[in-house]
């Protein structure tokens, strides 16, 4: 059966047609950021006119998805009113079912059911690109909370010391080893504006500042990630996302677990989905979610 996809990102949206685990057609376009959950709404809906009509929707989103409702926990990912009613405004302008969750919650149900968390119960997905995003899946089952907040691991402690994050936490792991992150504390240290992939070029031809850098992030995140185990007693975390991919990035997150106690190590492997997880995730759950 073909479900309608959409994922909804900080500087994109996406729009598959999604059938067994396969994308068949695919749009993208840029992501509204005025604030107004109804210019996403609307701008959605233009773009899904010109895709053969399907019997249901999903949305992955970046932000907290409760009971319908978006609501952005770092706004500067996501500017939107809190408490959106996402899935109430979408079943009326693309009339049919919607079912909402959060990015990388649905990515996390990609990876595990068709990825690189087979084969395992207990795992988690964690993204690393413009903000820090997770989906935990135990004992088989997604877990999306009360509220829809499980696995915004992006908001646990990766430096006390470190800045306020747009949650209002000071310290978050997003604001020291996302994307965004990266490429602030770079330009601040360089003195001139640079982005993610700049610093990551820099390292490997050598600059020890950028190396230093991009090793402290992988040492929150590893930090992060002992913290998961010791709290959920996962087998797996699936590291993906831009910059969790990017080359050398996870060798020193590996390297940093590698300094704490052994009995929190655990297999950190490559996510295998691709830039599609999100798409693919939702799909799946539209059909166990409303029918
Ligand atoms: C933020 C948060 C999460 C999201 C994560 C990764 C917002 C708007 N988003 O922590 O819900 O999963 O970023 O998001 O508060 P991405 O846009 O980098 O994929
Ligand atoms: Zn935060």
Same mark, same amino acid.
């Given at each position: 059966?073909?479900?309608?996809?959409?994922?909804?990102?900080?500087?994109?949206?996406?729009?598959?047609?999604? @059938?067994?685990?396969? #994308?068949?057609?695919?749009?993208?376009?840029?992501?509204?950021?005025?604030?107004?959950?109804?210019?996403?709404?609307?701008? #959605?809906?233009?773009?899904?006119?010109?895709?053969?009509?399907?019997?249901?929707?999903?949305? @992955?989103?970046?932000?907290?998805?409760?009971?319908?409702?978006?609501?952005?926990?770092?706004?500067?990912?996501?500017?939107?009113?809190?408490?959106?009613?996402?899935?109430?405004?979408?079943?009326?302008?693309?009339?049919?079912?919607?079912? *909402?969750?959060?990015?990388?919650? *649905?990515?996390?149900?990609?990876?595990?059911?068709?990825?690189?968390?087979?084969?395992?119960?207990?795992?988690?997905?964690?993204?690393?690109?413009?903000?820090?995003?997770?989906?935990?899946?135990?004992?088989?089952?997604?877990?999306?909370?009360?509220?829809?907040?499980?696995?915004?691991?992006?908001?646990?402690?990766?430096?006390?010391?470190?800045?306020?994050?747009? &949650?209002?936490?000071?310290? &978050?792991?997003?604001?020291?080893?996302?994307?965004?992150?990266?490429?602030?504390?770079?330009?601040?240290?360089?003195?001139?504006?640079?982005?993610?992939?700049?610093?990551? !070029? !820099?390292?490997?031809?050598?600059?020890?500042? &950028?190396?230093?850098?991009?090793?402290?992030?992988?040492?929150?995140? /590893?930090?992060?990630?002992?913290?998961?185990? @010791?709290?959920?007693?996962?087998?797996?975390?699936?590291?993906?996302?831009?910059?969790?991919?990017?080359?050398?990035?996870?060798?020193?997150?590996?390297? /940093?677990?590698?300094?704490?106690?052994?009995?929190?190590?655990?297999?950190?492997?490559?996510? !295998?989905?691709?830039?599609?997880?999100?798409?693919?995730?939702?799909?799946?759950?539209?059909?166990?979610?409303?029918?």
């Amino acid at each position: 059966r073909e479900v309608l996809a959409i994922d909804i990102g900080g500087t994109k949206i996406a729009l598959a047609l999604v @059938a067994n685990g396969q #994308v068949t057609r695919r749009l993208q376009i840029a992501t509204p950021r005025s604030g107004r959950g109804t210019d996403i709404v609307e701008a #959605v809906a233009r773009q899904a006119a010109t895709l053969p009509a399907t019997v249901s929707a999903g949305v @992955a989103t970046t932000g907290i998805v409760d009971q319908g409702h978006l609501t952005a926990l770092n706004p500067a990912t996501l500017p939107i009113e809190d408490r959106f009613p996402l899935v109430q405004a979408l079943e009326a302008s693309l009339a049919r079912p919607v079912f *909402a969750i959060n990015d990388a919650q *649905a990515a996390a149900w990609a990876e595990f059911r068709r990825g690189a968390g087979q084969g395992v119960e207990r795992m988690a997905f964690v993204t690393v690109s413009t903000g820090i995003g997770a989906g935990i899946v135990l004992d088989g089952r997604l877990q999306s909370g009360r509220k829809g907040l499980a696995g915004h691991v992006g908001h646990m402690m990766g430096d006390p010391d470190g800045p306020v994050c747009g &949650c209002g936490r000071r310290g &978050c792991i997003e604001r020291l080893a996302s994307g965004t992150a990266i490429a602030v504390l770079a330009s601040e240290l360089l003195g001139r504006p640079v982005d993610s992939p700049e610093v990551f !070029a !820099a390292a490997e031809a050598g600059d020890m500042a &950028c190396n230093r850098l991009l090793d402290g992030a992988a040492a929150g995140l /590893a930090s992060v990630f002992c913290d998961l185990v @010791a709290s959920l007693d996962l087998e797996r975390v699936v590291l993906g996302g831009g910059v969790g991919l990017a080359p050398g990035f996870l060798e020193r997150v590996r390297r /940093a677990i590698g300094l704490q106690p052994e009995i929190f190590h655990r297999p950190v492997v490559r996510a !295998a989905m691709g830039a599609d997880a999100g798409l693919i995730g939702i799909a799946d759950l539209v059909l166990t979610e409303l029918f």
